[in-house]
């Protein structure tokens, strides 16, 4: 009998050696699947932040203009057109005066095609298409067509005067353009109306042609409070805006 129960003990401690060692093969699979679940959700943080930033980013992008207003013909003048000086005037926005100062030295080509362009009547009856409200504070203008593709017929590079540290102070007016093409600049242009910081792309980054001088806390109180048109944080601005004119010399 003893022998017997010997042997029986001995299948015990054999089974139950096999049901440890199956526990600690499910515990280890438990810590690799969780630290592989970890390393998913991290990866995924990362990329929905990236998305985001490079969704804000986008906002600023227009594409290659190919329209041209009523038929006109729009032709890139020369960045000695600029003069080397201080253009100022007014921009109004749903009869919200704005006074602006162009920087004709330090972006003298963006400052020679808007000079031309509001000569010609171009930005007259166009509207401000798109606002984002949340991380980049821009509200964009200047397309014939308001849906972000049209522009003068032509573009023009490269980069001028953008800021080093990628900041925006609140009034800053700088060109708009294509993600990564620094020689893609047309009509479109964007008005910082909180200060934003907006990242370089591969082309650098945003033209800073010009200041608003005056009138940003109406245009603030009057269309950007407003929100945008879907209640999102990057649309088309809730308040319709329209340059009604837009005057420099």
């Known amino acids: ?21 199956a526990r600690r093969t499910v515990h280890a699979e438990g810590v690799i699947r969780r630290r592989r679940d970890n390393i998913i959700w991290t990866v995924i943080g990362v990329l929905v932040v990236t998305l985001a930033t490079v969704g804000q980013v986008f906002f600023l992008n227009s594409s290659v203009p190919d329209a041209s207003q009523d038929n006109k013909t729009f032709t890139l003048p020369t960045a000695e057109t600029a003069e080397n000086r201080m253009w100022t005037g007014t921009l109004t926005i749903n009869d919200i005066p704005l006074g602006v100062s162009l920087d004709g030295t330090a972006a003298p080509q963006a400052v020679a095609s808007t ?124 308040s319709d805006a329209v340059i009604t004119s837009f005057e420099l010399k």
């Open 115 to 238: 000079v031309s362009l509001t000569n010609g009547g171009f930005y007259n009856n166009t509207s401000c298409h798109r606002l984002t409200t949340e991380g980049i504070f821009v509200l964009q203008c200047g397309d014939p067509k308001g849906d972000g593709t049209g522009g003068p017929g032509y573009t023009y590079g490269p980069v001028e005067n953008a800021p080093t540290d990628d900041v925006y102070a609140a009034g800053t007016i700088a060109m708009a353009r294509t993600s990564g093409d620094g020689s893609s600049m047309g009509s479109q242009f964007f008005i910082v109306y909180d200060e934003s910081t907006i990242p370089s792309d591969a082309a650098g980054g945003y033209t800073v042609l010009g200041t608003i001088t005056s009138g940003l806390d109406e245009l603030k109180e009057r269309v950007i409070s407003q929100g945008t048109a879907n209640g999102s944080t990057d649309g088309k601005p809730a």
């Open 1 to 21: 009998m003893a022998q017997i129960k010997t042997k029986r003990e001995e299948r015990l401690q054999r089974e139950r050696l096999r049901g440890y060692q």
